[in-house]
C-alpha cells in the first residue's frame, strides 16, 4: 500500500461521520465515485451524506444507490452534523457549487492536475484515469468485500472518465480493475447500455442541432459549435442532455480541438473542450478560470459569443503553434 493511501486509510479510520460532495453538474465519475465511497463507510460502520449542487443527471439514476444523493434544501442535506468532509473529483471548493459550514477536517481525493490541494489531506493523482480507480484502490486497501452494487458505481466511474476506455488516461492499470469489477458482478454490457444507450429522440435532435451548427477553422484543425438557449428550449432539453457533444467534431480526420458552447444565458456559457494528441485544452481552460484535463476541459464564461469565441480561438490556435508540455512532463516538473 502506498503512503498515501495509507494515510487516507488512517483518516478515515479516526472519524464517525462525513460529508461527502463532488463537483456541481456531476458525470459518472463524480455520481459513481461518491455513493462508492458512501458504501464503503457504511461496510465500517461509519455514518456519511452526500451532498450535491445538482440531483443525479437521469442518466445515471441506475446507479445502486443514487437516491442516497442529496442536494442543498433536501431534508438531511446541509443542516445535518458530521465531523469531516470527502472531496471527490473536485479541483476546488467553488467547483461544488455550494456554500458549505467549515469542517475540522477534510479529505480530497481527485485526478486533476490543477486541484486547488485546499483540504489537510488531499490525495492527488494525474496519473489515474479517474476518481473512481482511486476508490477502487481505497476499496482494496480497506479490504471492503468488492459487492456489485460497489463495483458498479466504480465501473462507471472509469467507463465515463476514459471515454468507454479510449481516451489517452486508458491504462493497463485502469483496464485491470475493470476486469476484476467485472469478475466480481458488474455487467459491463448492461452499464454501457444504462449509460450510452437510453437517450430520448429530444437528446438527438439537440445532438442534430448542434451538428448543424459545426464549424471548422480554415486549416481544419479546430471544430466550434454552439448551442443556444433557445435550442435547448426548443426540444425542452437541459445542458445535461448535450452530454457527449462535444466529442463527435473529433471524429473528424484533422480535428485536434473540439469546443462547444451551451449558451446558459444571455452573454453567460458553457464552454467544453476536447482534444486529440498534444493539444492541453486544460491549459486553456484554466487561463479563462476553469479547468479539467489534458484532453477534456471546460469553463463558464461571461462575454458575447463573437469576443469570447475569439479570445478562446486565439489561445488555440497559440497553442497549435507552440506546444505545451504534456501533463506528465508538467507533473513531474511541478511535484517530483
Ligand atoms: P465538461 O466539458 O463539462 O464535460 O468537462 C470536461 C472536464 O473539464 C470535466 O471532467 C472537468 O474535469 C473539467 N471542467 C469542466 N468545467 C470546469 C470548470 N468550470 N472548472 C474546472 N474544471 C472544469
Ligand atoms: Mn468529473
Ligand atoms: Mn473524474
Not at 449509460?195 to 442541432?209: D, E, M, N, P
Not at 469565441?309 to 488555440?316: A, G, K, V, Y
Request: negative net charge; contains cysteine; charged residues 25%.
Amino acid at each position: 500500500m502506498s503512503d498515501i493511501i495509507k494515510e487516507v486509510v488512517d483518516w478515515i479510520k479516526k472519524h464517525r461521520s462525513f460529508l461527502i460532495t463532488s463537483h456541481e453538474a456531476g458525470d459518472g465519475d463524480s455520481i459513481g465515485s461518491q455513493i462508492a465511497m458512501s458504501f464503503i463507510l457504511e461496510k465500517m460502520q461509519k455514518s456519511s451524506l452526500i451532498l450535491n449542487k445538482d440531483p443525479v443527471p437521469n442518466t445515471y439514476k441506475f446507479l445502486p444507490g443514487a437516491e442516497r444523493i442529496k442536494i442543498q434544501g433536501d431534508e438531511g442535506g446541509i443542516g445535518a452534523e458530521y465531523e469531516a468532509a470527502i472531496f471527490l473529483d473536485c479541483g476546488s471548493l467553488e467547483r461544488t457549487g455550494l456554500s458549505l459550514p467549515p469542517v475540522s477536517s477534510c479529505l480530497n481525493i481527485d485526478h486533476h492536475l490543477n486541484n486547488d490541494r485546499f483540504c489537510q489531506l488531499n490525495w492527488i493523482d494525474p496519473y489515474m484515469s479517474s476518481t473512481a480507480e482511486m476508490v477502487y484502490l481505497l476499496a482494496d486497501a480497506l479490504s471492503i468485500p468488492l459487492e456489485p452494487a460497489l463495483g458498479s458505481n466504480l465501473y462507471t466511474g472509469i467507463l465515463t472518465d476514459t471515454g468507454c476506455f479510449t481516451y489517452s488516461n486508458t491504462t493497463p492499470r485502469g483496464l485491470r480493475i475493470a476486469a476484476e469489477l467485472i469478475e466480481s458482478g458488474v455487467d459491463p454490457s448492461s452499464i454501457a447500455n444504462q449509460v450510452y444507450g437510453r437517450k430520448s429522440v429530444a437528446q438527438l435532435l439537440l445532438l442534430g442541432a448542434a451538428l448543424s451548427s459545426l464549424t471548422l477553422t480554415e486549416d481544419e484543425r479546430i471544430a466550434l459549435i454552439l448551442l443556444k438557449e433557445e435550442v435547448f428550449k426548443k426540444y425542452e432539453t437541459t445542458q445535461a442532455d448535450a452530454e457527449g457533444v462535444v466529442n463527435y467534431p473529433l471524429t473528424i480526420d484533422s480535428v485536434e480541438v473540439s469546443v462547444l458552447f451551451k449558451e446558459i444565458s444571455e452573454d453567460f456559457f458553457k464552454v467544453s473542450f476536447r482534444s486529440k494528441g498534444r493539444v492541453n485544452v486544460a491549459a486553456i481552460a484554466e487561463s479563462f478560470g476553469g479547468g479539467g484535463h489534458h484532453n477534456a476541459a471546460g469553463v463558464k464564461m461571461r462575454g458575447s459569443y463573437s469576443l469570447i469565441r475569439e479570445q478562446i480561438l486565439d489561445s488555440i490556435c497559440r497553442q497549435l503553434a507552440n506546444p505545451l508540455l504534456s501533463d506528465r512532463e508538467r507533473y513531474e516538473n511541478n511535484f517530483e
